[in-house]
């Protein structure tokens, strides 16, 4: 119990680096299980079993994976081969939107959604400059139903709204990525990979995504 504690403070507080140089020392020395290592680094006693240290060290990687400290190359996917459709009506798969190299910001909205209208209106004042920065590209992907598609492409207009607009009407790639509100948004590199997602919006999201985007941009 202590050693989660410990795990969670570190994580939260901001030096995830002392949680790093931690487990990198526990690796390197003899004593190979992280709970060990620190227990003992606290005072305790060395005495867990084998069978315990196996199991907090798989419940040290549940729980950093959890915390976002491992690396994003344990938690990177790609986006699965469906389609979806333009507003035009022509059908492309979603994967394409991933071809030409750039980190690729992919939004769900709806036009009943209002969280989903501030996001987009928020990432519109910083869109040219992430384009001109970070070579970005920004896709939003409507859920609206197939009778809710006209109020769409009026809405887009009225927002001045520069992205790439797609639709999902049945919903497929939403539930094929398995989240449950809007808005809801993923960060994709230059490769195609899901490497950040974000679910909901509150003014100042967007500068967080901005700082997701320039670290995908130093790989």
Aim: charged share 20%; glycine share 6%; aromatic share 12%.
């Amino acid at each position: 119990m202590v050693y989660f504690v410990f795990l969670w403070y570190m994580c939260k507080s901001g030096i995830r680096h002392l949680l790093i140089r931690h487990l990198k020392n526990c690796f390197l020395t003899d004593d190979f299980f992280p709970a060990n290592t620190l227990l003992l680094e606290l005072g305790y006693k060395k005495t867990q079993t084998f069978q315990q240290s196996i199991m907090k060290l798989l419940c040290t990687f549940i729980v950093l994976a959890t915390l976002g400290v491992l690396s994003p190359a344990f938690a990177q996917k790609a986006l699965p081969a469906l389609e979806v459709k333009t507003l035009d009506g022509k059908t492309i798969n979603i994967q394409d939107i991933t071809k030409d190299g750039k980190i690729v910001v992919l939004s769900f909205w709806a036009t009943w959604c209002k969280p989903c209208q501030l996001e987009l209106d928020a990432l519109a004042d910083l869109y040219e400059t992430w384009q001109k920065e970070y070579n970005v590209s920004i896709v939003a992907v409507t859920i609206d139903t197939q009778r809710a598609l006209a109020k769409v492409g009026p809405m887009v207009e009225s927002k001045g709204w520069s992205y790439t607009i797609l639709s999902d009407a049945n919903q497929q790639l939403k539930n094929a990525l398995n989240f449950q509100t809007i808005p809801q948004t993923f960060l994709l590199d230059a490769s195609g990979n899901v490497v950040y997602e974000h679910s909901g919006y509150v003014p100042g999201d967007e500068y967080e995504l901005e700082k997701k985007i320039m670290e995908v941009g130093k790989r």
